[in-house]
């Protein structure tokens, strides 16, 4: 059954003097049925940047927030939340949509029409690509993560809350277009520093070089490894993400879909 209904997009203009807007979520909203769904792109597409990264996903959260509280349910609301938004973030006026019973395939031809980014083949995972691989896990698993965050004067990859604990997290890539074993051992000692600064556990994510990697990619990998053990580190890979969340699960699910 068709029914009608209508989406909008979400767009990031992180310096409105140059007014360079970014599409970053398209949202589907059937007011028959009371549905809305949100898809947001990967933010690392979005912004290399930490700290912007970290400021939009807070903006992504809390619009999320009001989609799934009902408060984003027909034209009028979207519309007057379009005019009081911004100027960071602005999201488009209603454009009519057929939605067919198969909502999500619907929200997924949109998005990927309006939204999704480019990829690049064979680039391996990057440290942005990393981090929003760590950031939809915890979200699907109800897990409280904050990226690009700062405790006290120090800024982390990312900071894990719950079972009443805090958690900083590195993220580390010796995968990627070009990785650099001394950046990322620079990275490495950065975040043992500012771990021991605020007396806090951590908790490293890493990508380990790919099987034609160079020797030093090879020989980095492992001193950093020493490295985290020797600080009682935590290190894992992308395959513990999952069971790395659901560990740390009993925050409020967060209402957002993130894509790969």
Avoid at 13 to 41: F, H, Q, Y
Avoid at 215 to 227: G, H, L
Wanted: with cysteine; hydrophobic share 40%.
């Amino acid at each position: 059954m068709i029914s009608e209904g209508f989406y909008s997009i979400l767009r990031y203009t992180p310096d409105s003097a140059r007014g360079e807007a970014k599409n970053v979520a398209l949202m589907l909203v059937d007011e028959r049925r009371d549905i809305a769904r949100l898809r947001v792109a990967p933010l690392s597409q979005i912004t290399p940047k930490l700290n912007e990264h970290g400021v939009l996903d807070k903006l992504l959260v809390q619009f999320g927030s009001r989609l799934q509280a009902g408060e984003l349910r027909d034209q009028a609301q979207v519309n007057a939340l379009s005019r009081a938004i911004g100027p960071t973030l602005s999201l488009t006026a209603p454009i009519p949509a057929a939605i067919g019973d198969n909502v999500d395939a619907t929200l997924k031809a949109l998005y990927m029409a309006f939204v999704a980014p480019r990829q690049s083949r064979d680039a391996g995972i990057s440290h942005g690509q990393l981090l929003d691989r760590l950031v939809k896990a915890c979200r699907k698993a109800g897990a409280a993560i904050e990226p690009g965050a700062y405790v006290g004067d120090m800024l982390f990859d990312a900071i894990l809350s719950g079972l009443g604990r805090r958690t900083p997290v590195q993220i580390l890539s010796f995968d990627g277009a070009s990785p650099n074993p001394r950046g990322l051992e620079q990275a490495a000692g950065y975040f043992l520093f500012a771990l021991n600064r605020i007396h806090e556990d951590g908790l490293c994510v890493m990508q380990p070089p790919p099987e034609h990697a160079i020797d030093p990619a090879r020989a980095s990998y492992r001193r950093i490894r020493n490295w985290m053990e020797d600080g009682r580190v935590e290190t894992i890979g992308p395959e513990g993400l999952p069971s790395m969340a659901a560990s740390m699960s009993g925050a409020e699910l967060l209402p957002l879909v993130m894509s790969t």
